[in-house]
């Protein structure tokens, strides 16, 4: 009878771990502060919480704390890294502590970009115009935050096609503002940008051509998880393997965000109007 007991008392606390396991839904997603990755992270967060019960708690990192708080568990998930290219350096030293999934957006784009009127076309042109594009009195790349890939790429083609320039950084926010008053007054300007991004349906921007292929070829986005996640929920798991965007639905998702001025606020608004998409994501997935 102590025995059985016993046997019975084994299995009741298995039971309640297994139930307390699955019912525990809450989620810590990393982001980092590219326009397309907050327009998802909040557009899941908002699913995931609204609709199916979860608790997600948004945390903007850095690219190197966001790799290592994934290989540490820190995070369960995030939404964005490129590859084969961009964010190899990062995923490299955590290789075997990181997930790579799904892919959800085919054929990105990166480089260095200019208004449509500038008259220049290429990068190696630049050697010549580059008292042309200056900021804040200098020749100079407009770029983003000083850890991100494109900016290590950035200094990468400033030194491969000896550019007689500087990499400014900044912030995505403050470097978008500047495009848009240099554009607005017919300016010349070069800016670090990538596709998908908001940028491209507001404004008439081309690419420089880069014939060295400093900023590689094109390259999907995947998302990314702690190891065990898959095991223990397999469902969301499933559904984030399902989903799927493109230019116009994740251009539409950002261009509603920097409208409206709050991402929540947009990607709320994106949802209610694109339920079908939503919905076949969600019937794509395992039960």
């Known amino acids: 009878m102590k025995k059985l007991s016993a046997t019975l008392l084994a299995l009741g606390v298995m039971s309640a771990g297994t139930v307390s396991a699955a019912s525990d839904k809450s989620l810590t997603i990393g982001t980092n502060n590219w326009a397309e990755n907050i327009a998802v992270a909040n557009m899941w967060k908002i699913l995931l919480e609204e609709e199916h019960g979860y608790d997600v708690e948004l945390s903007d990192v850095g690219k190197s704390v966001l790799y290592s708080g994934l290989a540490s568990g820190d995070f369960d998930l995030s939404l964005e890294i490129w590859l084969p290219t961009t964010d190899a350096p990062f995923l490299e030293p955590y290789r075997d502590r990181i ?3 799904d892919v959800w957006y085919e054929g990105t784009g990166l480089g260095l970009v200019v208004p449509a009127f500038a008259d220049i076309d290429s990068i190696p042109e630049l050697q010549q115009q580059a008292e042309d594009y200056q900021y804040q009195g200098r020749p100079a790349i407009l770029g ?12 990468d083609a400033i030194e491969a096609y000896e550019l007689p320039v500087n990499q400014v950084n900044s912030s995505g926010p403050a470097m978008m503002a500047a495009l848009d008053s240099a554009y607005r007054r017919d300016e010349p ?5 990538w596709s998908p991004h908001w940028a491209f349906a507001e404004y008439d921007l081309k690419y420089l051509e880069d014939p060295e292929g400093i900023y590689g070829d ?3 986005i995947y998302w990314m998880a702690r190891p065990g ?3 223990e929920d397999p469902w969301l798991t499933s559904v984030l393997n399902a989903w799927k965007m493109d230019d116009d639905s994740l251009g539409s998702l950002m261009a509603r965000i920097e409208e409206v001025g709050d991402p929540a606020e947009g990607a709320k608004g994106w949802i209610e109007d694109h339920r079908a998409l939503i919905d076949e994501w969600f019937a794509s997935a395992s039960s």
Do not use: F, N, R, W
């Open 99 to 101: 997930d790579v999934h």
């Open 144 to 155: 983003i935050d000083s850890g991100s890939s494109i900016a290590g790429l950035t200094e």
């Open 189 to 193: 300007i070069v800016v670090t940008l």
């Open 218 to 220: 094109e390259e999907d």
């Open 229 to 231: 996640l898959d095991e």
